[in-house]
């Protein structure tokens, strides 16, 4: 009986034990999916190539949307009916990346009732989706002494995958945190800033990689695009845009020199990635130096290029270089974009790019061919330049006009005029492509294109591109000059100087393009530039941002203005659009932009039809119009030096000596004209009379007209 009731007990001790861990499996299983509908497990998984090319409905899990880079919802709950009805459900302030040298760019990751976004600091916050309650926050601790960024401290966007958030740094490393805490996973180094390599895009996940590209084309870089296991960090493959001794391209470099070690060809932006192809696709940046083509003889491949490599190897697979031996800086740091379309009845596997030329490029993505016509055509010489003899011309017309007036041509003139050192130099009409040497040409578009960065999207009901750019006057000349030996990596090379009327102040453009047919079908002008990137969504509906802190809707299809909410801070980052119980929502972080000129803020918000939070104040008023000798605040040059590179260094550069679209401030002495200037902005420059204390302009201007002005 003893020894029944003991087989007994031992059953009922399996039955048990048996129970204990099918609830044990349950409560992980609970743990693991959400209770939101979402069939999507609560950590990230290693992503699929399916996963990650379906059109985003409860996630948004690339930069892009989809590997694709469309972004484009497919949701209609938001349409052009209702969409004047959209409000704010919450808004959280980040705390992180407000001072003027950053720029908020990032476009925020959803997965999972989660918000991933970063900030021009490269700190990363994850956001409750219900409440906008920070959850954790990855504090970057980046050197405040880098040097060799170009054009504002920046981020932008993360990745996701294999439960973890994917983060490529200023300081030039790529970082993995924690899903659910943040904390870091691994971190590896891409390149040194101090040799001029610097990371400014969102990296992208695909099969069990990170891939990367780095910034610094003005740093005298040799530009790569490097893929890193998920996992661990360890390189995968690494892809060089400057092409080496016996590599495809490498013989449009001078034969016997190294000048193709500095040869820049930076990457700007989220790849793009066709999966039944296998191809990787991605933009470059300029040449260096970038201005100066004297030593650099040649096309230079493959900067400001369209290059395919295989996404499993890095292996060159086609490119089509949009211009041959660049010395306008037109590169193409804006997204490449993935889409299918009918061209005379034939069904066309298409990748596309705008760049700083003002062209759109549309090619066949499998061959690099164009599908659009483009042909080789002569442009102007000069042998000093060794100018190539021609360029690919697209056969229809630019998304921005190539014309100079008069007017262009005599602001430049004035410009040319104040920040001469001494006679000031011959200004004179170019044109696209036109060759420069001692006279100052003006251009149009200037470095500051055309697009820039801000990324373009694809609707496939209306087959259109939507495209933001401006329209950037530029004057253009040679100053023969060279970096010191030694020095490459570590200061601005770029070999001329230009002068600028400014990113904020250029007229922007924004519209409606249909690559079958290389034809605008609408177009807004604004009074200042285009400086955010759009989405579109099957509600028929564009959004985008403007530099007054406006995030706009349009109608897809003829450009209507059907909504404009003021988010409080330069509206210069992208839309992310998502469903959750059955709610369709955006999100948009409003921070403003070190080069345009916008207001700058901290501002995360989210939006639906049931929102109730109305449109706040806009950010970055001026202090009105000061006059010489109403402060008698005493400033501190010692002090200024540190809010110079925290506000003003993205555009004057950290030496006061010109950078991005900034004139040099060598010379400028008066400092009742420096204190009017800086607090009341102007020609380009913000307004700082509402961010920055009465001592900190008299910091700042000490630093200046003390320091600055006797280099």
Same mark, same amino acid.
């Given at each position: ?23 044990? *499996? ?8 959400? /209770?939101?509908?979402?069939?999507? %497990? ?15 409905? /409860?996630?948004? $899990? ?39 040298? !950053? ?14 976004? %970063? ?6 916050? *994850? ?78 996940? !695909? ?32 892809? !060089? ?8 391209? #490498? ?86 974009? $993935? ?43 000069? %042998? ?32 040319? =005029? ?75 090379? $770029? ?35 285009? &400086? ?13 941002? =403007? ?9 897809? *299809? ?41 207001? #700058? ?21 001026? *202090? ?78 000490? &630093? ?8």
């Amino acid at each position: 009986m003893e020894a029944l009731g003991g087989r007994l007990a031992g059953t009922l001790m399996i039955v048990a034990a048996v129970i204990l861990a099918v609830s044990a *499996a349950f409560v992980i299983w609970l743990l693991l999916v959400r /209770d939101t509908g979402s069939s999507w %497990p609560a950590t990230v998984p290693a992503l699929s190539a399916d996963d990650l090319t379906k059109e985003p409905t /409860d996630v948004w $899990l690339t930069n892009g949307g989809t590997l694709a880079n469309q972004r484009f919802s497919p949701l209609d709950e938001i349409d052009t009916s209702n969409v004047g009805r959209l409000k704010g459900v919450w808004m959280t302030h980040l705390e992180s990346g407000t001072a003027a040298k !950053y720029s908020a760019e990032g476009q925020p990751i959803f997965y999972n009732d989660v918000l991933y976004v %970063p900030t021009g600091e490269d700190d990363v916050f *994850a956001v409750d989706v219900e409440t906008g309650k920070i959850l954790w926050k990855y504090e970057s601790g980046i050197s405040q002494k880098i040097n060799t960024v170009c054009c504002g401290w920046l981020s932008r966007g993360v990745a996701i995958g294999e439960g973890k958030v994917y983060i490529g740094q200023l300081d030039g490393n790529l970082v993995a945190l924690d899903q659910d805490t943040g904390a870091v996973a691994w971190k590896t180094q891409v390149g040194s800033w101090r040799k001029g390599y610097t990371i400014t895009a969102a990296p992208l996940y !695909y099969d069990g990689m990170v891939i990367t590209g780095v910034s610094g084309g003005e740093f005298s870089i040799r530009g790569r695009v490097q893929a890193y296991d998920a996992e661990t960090g360890k390189l995968v493959w690494r892809f !060089y845009t400057i092409p080496g001794p016996g590599e495809t391209g #490498h013989d449009s470099w001078p034969a016997g020199t190294e000048t193709w070690k500095h040869g820049g060809a930076p990457m700007w932006q989220t790849p793009a990635v066709d999966p039944e192809l296998g191809l990787l696709y991605f933009s470059t940046g300029n040449a260096s130096p970038d201005l100066d083509g004297s030593r650099r003889a040649g096309d230079n491949l493959f900067a400001a290029s369209i290059v395919a490599v295989d996404a499993k190897t890095g292996k060159y697979r086609w490119h089509f270089q949009q211009v041959r031996h660049d010395i306008w800086d037109y590169d193409a740091p804006s997204p490449v974009v $993935l889409f299918d379309m009918q061209v005379d009845g034939q069904e066309r596997n298409a990748i596309a790019e705008t760049s700083k030329t003002g062209w759109t490029y549309v090619l066949d993505r499998e061959t690099g061919k164009p599908i659009l016509p483009v042909e080789d055509e002569p442009v102007p010489q000069d %042998p000093v330049q060794k100018t190539a003899a021609t360029q690919p011309i697209p056969q229809y017309e630019p998304f921005i006009s190539h014309d100079v007036s008069d007017a262009d041509v005599a602001a430049i003139a004035e410009l040319s =005029r104040q920040n001469a050192k001494g006679a000031p130099p011959k200004v004179v009409k170019g044109g696209i492509y036109t060759p420069f040497r001692d006279e100052v040409r003006v251009i149009v578009p200037g470095p500051q294109g055309g697009t820039n960065w801000q990324p373009m999207s694809y609707n496939p009901d209306t087959g259109y591109l939507y495209v933001c750019g401006m329209r950037s006057v530029s004057g253009y000349t040679r100053s023969g000059e060279q970096l010191p030996k030694g020095k490459q990596g570590q200061v601005a090379d $770029l070999g001329s100087v230009f002068t600028t009327t400014g990113f904020g102040s250029q007229t922007g453009l924004f519209g409606a393009w249909d690559p079958r047919t290389g034809k605008t079908v609408w177009q807004k002008e604004w009074p200042e530039s285009c &400086y955010s990137g759009s989405v579109s969504t099957a509600g028929g509906l564009v959004f985008v941002g =403007r530099n007054g802190g406006e995030l706009e809707a349009y109608d897809a *299809a003829n450009g209507k203005r059907l909504w404009s909410f003021q988010t409080g801070a330069g509206a210069n980052s992208t839309v992310t659009s998502f469903e959750r119980d059955g709610t369709q929502y955006l999100a948009f972080i409003a921070g403003g932009n070190a080069l345009a000129a916008s207001s #700058h803020g901290d501002n995360l918000w989210l939006f639906s039809l049931d929102g109730r939070l109305g449109p706040v104040k806009a950010g970055g008023a001026g *202090a009105g119009v000061g006059h010489a000798g109403e402060s008698a605040t005493t400033g501190d040059a010692g002090r200024g030096q540190q809010v110079f590179a925290d506000n003003c260094s993205g555009c004057h550069g950290l030496s006061g000596e010109g950078a991005n679209g900034g004139p040099t401030l060598v010379g400028v002495t008066d400092r009742a004209a420096a204190l009017r200037q800086v607090r009341n902005g102007g020609g380009g420059m913000p307004a700082f009379g509402g961010t920055l204390s009465d001592q900190e302009i008299a910091d700042v201007v000490a &630093y200046v007209t003390e320091r600055v002005a006797k280099k």
